[in-house]
């Protein structure tokens, strides 16, 4: 093939943890792009690599596996590659195993069974630098022997992939069986129908059948365990599955047996030593010895739980208070850049100026406001994950998240999500199994947020007034705030659990865990972890927060009363000719803005639903200005505050800090002349908020990781279900019990 | 010899005393996983260290550190590695 045509393709395979990320961002530079495969979020990555001829080649990297019989959907993404079931990439030119030299006989367990498929394979060997330093040595010659494919160290691989490219060393496509035993005749059975439904594959992926079978015995456990079914495959093994569960591990045992033993033949003596000895303390290397030091102490009965406790202290600290400046940053940049715009505007076209400066401009506010939390939120996994540390914090929290049912990785979302739903829901990607991160992502805006903070405080001080104090030291509030914290944390575990056992039932995941050396991370690889997640989430869910914002703008400004706005400009211009320019005629102004803005948003459509739906909202304890407040917070729960600012005749620049505000809202009635915002409608409006579903960057981002609208409505069904309930029963249980 | 293992299954073995799988009870989907991280009949294996809360295992096999809990752990059954043709 000529350097001119179509470029080459060249898949990376490996373990997990095997430095095949390294060797990606090696190969390709900064020329990589993360794609998705449709039905799943699990990314690959594909860049383009100038082989030292000057021929490019399109390097694929999938995540890592320790076997093609993959656990989770990360790891069906190998075996999807490797069958060219993925639609962007195609079948591979060349795969390269890439084997971790620190740990050669667990990673040739792949390649050997690599090896019995007839794939144009190589080996690429990394961590020969660990081994160097260890004093050992690494004989890829050897090892080439054995496996009778080319074998070169990972900087050695540009030039091996430009022989094999060229016609000079055409890799043959032989394979290497294992042999197994099949005399038992329910043995024989399983393979004859591993071996039909193979060749049915083969001949649409163009394996040889016969062999491929022997892979397919492993694979179709995937398919039972796993919901990511190749269609393809699925149809075939319909038989397989037939058969007694018992015998199928049976076969699948004896497979990965023979394959073991494969490995353990291959390793032996690949990897030297400097000084080779046959007690254990002289044949740790030096890099073990690291890792087993720190272990000492990482997962010490005691020291364990302190550092894990201090590394998500600081990644929390993080989330609440350094994202807070750079969120500040954004929204006064946005600031800035919307009031430069509105001023170049048309003044003769005020709706369209609207449109961009309310709609367009907010939302773009809206979506950017949520990078920051995302990408220190991702930078803190991405150290955590490349360090080896988060799968110690696993290793500790197992089995506290095994009683709710939950994987220890559910963690780090579920902490994530005191800050924001969003990343959180974006961190959920760490969970293996389908079902575990559904469970984790349907509670997870269960957790109370930072944006439902703004609500809270301003109910708490608007209906309890700061005086009084339960057991005669603690604020009211406080109590309150407590509770809210607790009720949320408490829910979402209840509820976890119960989606565990109905709609999501499965058993609590299984724990094969791998605790990998420790190594430093590498900055490209952070900045890169970093960047393509922020990218993603601003391109797939920021579109959908977009287009809210924009309808909720409508909402709240449609239909237009002309004249009210006619009369506004009026009373404005009029001012502004009769009062001398300066403080006091800008709050005039203002005032009558606000006094406008009031009635304006009573006559949009929001403000006539909620007129609409106040006998609905009345057993909850809220009136139509509370239910426009609530339509209004769909575009982010604290906008709810300034909404109420509106609502009240303040202005839209309220926040719930602001004493006029509380002052108008102590001062409500309702039709009876009882004040509105007792403690019962507060704590009623205070549950309402915790569990309602009012955010719709949250059901963006579910919508992104689930790939449907399915699981986004129905978390807005369960949600708001519970909501309305939790708000009924508290107002009206309030109400039997006395209260007022 | 002399460590004789109190109970013949990884979940009950001392903590850094080598052994040997001998064979698998029940085996699973997860024992399969375990299978292919290089724990299987014949392996050499140690149990490193428990969680702090007790469960799961730190187990070292093949070089690597692989954690199980300890209802798969148990299923494992294993001999004293002095038995073992290394």
Known sequence: ?740 | MGDIAPSPHLAAQRLGVDVVIDHVVGADGTTLRLYELGLVPGAVVRVVRTAPLGDPLELAVCGTKVCVRRTDAARFIVRPAAEATR
């Not at chain 1, 208070?321 to 005020?350: K, N, Q």
Request: glycine content about 6%; aromatic content about 6%.
């Open chain 1, 1 to 740: 093939m000529s350097p001119s045509s179509t470029p080459s393709s060249v898949l990376l395979l490996g373990n997990p943890n095997s430095g095949k990320t390294t060797l990606f961002n090696a190969l390709t530079g900064l020329s990589a792009k993360t794609g998705n495969y449709p039905g799943i979020t699990v990314e690959h990555r594909e860049g383009t690599a100038r082989l030292p001829s000057g021929r490019a080649v399109t390097v694929v990297d999938v995540p890592g596996t320790y076997a093609l019989a993959p656990h989770s959907d990360d790891e069906a993404v190998a075996v999807r590659a490797l069958l060219a079931d993925l639609p962007s990439t195609g079948r591979a030119d060349v795969v390269v195993a890439v084997v971790d030299s620190t740990a050669l006989q667990r990673n040739l367990y792949l390649t050997a069974q690599l090896r019995e498929l007839p794939l144009p394979l190589v080996v690429a060997l990394t961590m020969t630098d660990v081994v160097a330093s260890d004093g050992g040595r690494v004989n890829a010659a050897l090892l080439s022997d054995r496996l009778g494919v080319p074998v070169v160290i990972a900087a050695d691989l540009p030039a091996l992939l430009d022989t094999t490219l060229s016609a000079q060393a055409p890799l043959a496509l032989a394979h290497n069986a294992p042999k197994i035993d099949d005399s038992a005749a329910g043995l024989a059975a399983v393979i004859a129908a591993a071996r039909a439904a193979g060749t049915a594959i083969a001949a649409k992926v163009g394996l040889a059948g016969a062999d491929l079978a022997l892979g397919l015995v492993a694979l179709q456990r995937t398919l039972t365990t796993t919901e990511t079914a190749m269609p393809a495959i699925d149809a075939h093994t319909t038989a397989l599955r037939a058969l007694p569960r018992a015998d199928r591990h049976e076969v699948c045992a004896r497979v990965v047996q023979a394959r073991q033993a494969r490995a353990r033949d291959l390793a032996k003596d690949i990897v030297t030593t400097a000084a080779p000895s046959t007690t254990r303390a002289a044949t740790e290397t030096r890099s073990e010895a690291v890792t087993r030091r720190i272990d000492a102490v990482a997962l010490h009965p005691l020291l364990g739980p302190l550092v894990l406790v201090s590394v998500f202290g600081l990644l929390f600290q993080a989330l609440f208070s350094w994202a807070e400046p750079i969120m500040t940053l954004i929204e006064d940049g946005l600031a800035a850049v919307t009031d430069v715009v509105a001023a170049r505007l048309p003044a003769s076209l005020p709706l369209f100026s609207s449109l961009i400066t309310d709609g367009v401009l907010a939302g773009v506010g809206n979506v950017l406001v949520f990078v920051p939390q995302i990408a220190i939120l991702f930078f803190f996994l991405a150290v955590l994950e490349d360090t080896g540390y988060l799968a110690r914090a696993a290793f500790l929290l197992d089995r506290l998240m095994a009683r709710v049912g939950l994987h220890g990785r559910a963690f780090v979302p579920m902490l994530s999500g005191f800050a924001c739903a969003v990343p959180a829901i974006l961190a959920t990607r760490t969970i293996e199994r389908t079902k575990d991160r559904l469970v984790t992502i349907l509670v997870l805006p269960l957790i109370s947020c930072s944006a439902r903070l703004p609500i809270y405080s301003l109910m708490i001080a608007t209906a309890f007034s700061g005086t009084a104090r339960v057991f005669g030291v603690v604020e009211a509030g406080a109590v309150v705030m407590l509770s809210m914290y607790a009720l949320s944390i408490a829910s979402a575990l209840i509820l976890a659990a119960i989606f565990k056992r109905t709609l999501l039932r499965s058993a609590t995941p299984p724990l094969v865990l791998e605790l990998p050396p420790y190594r430093l991370p590498k900055a490209v690889q952070l900045y890169k972890a970093v960047s393509s997640r922020v990218l993603t989430f601003v391109r797939d869910a920021g579109t959908v927060i977009l287009a809210i914002t924009v309808v909720l703008w409508a909402l709240l400004t449609f239909p237009r009363d002309d004249e009210l706005t006619a009369a506004r400009d009026k009373a404005v211009a009029a001012t502004e000719a009769s009062m001398p320019a300066g403080q006091e005629r800008d709050e005039e102004v203002r005032a009558i803005k606000a006094q406008a803005g009031q009635a304006l948003v009573e006559r949009s459509a929001a403000g006539r639903f909620g007129h609409a739906i106040e006998p609905l909202l009345t057993p909850l304890g809220f009136d139509w200005k509370i239910g426009v407040g609530i339509i209004a917070s769909f575009a982010a729960r604290e906008v709810f505050v300034s909404t109420l600012g509106v609502v009240y005749g303040l202005g839209d620049a309220e926040d719930e800090t602001s004493t006029s505000l509380r002052a108008s809202m102590q001062k409500d009635t309702r039709a009876d002349g009882s004040p509105l915002y007792t403690p019962l409608t507060g704590l009623s409006l205070l549950v309402f908020f915790l569990f309602a579903m009012q955010c719709m960057s949250t059901i963006a981002a579910v919508k992104r990781e689930t790939r449907s609208w399915r699981w986004p409505l129905f978390q807005i069904a369960y949600m708001t279900t519970l909501a309305v309930l939790a708000s009924i029963v508290v107002f009206q249980g309030g109400r039997l019990a006395g209260l007022q």
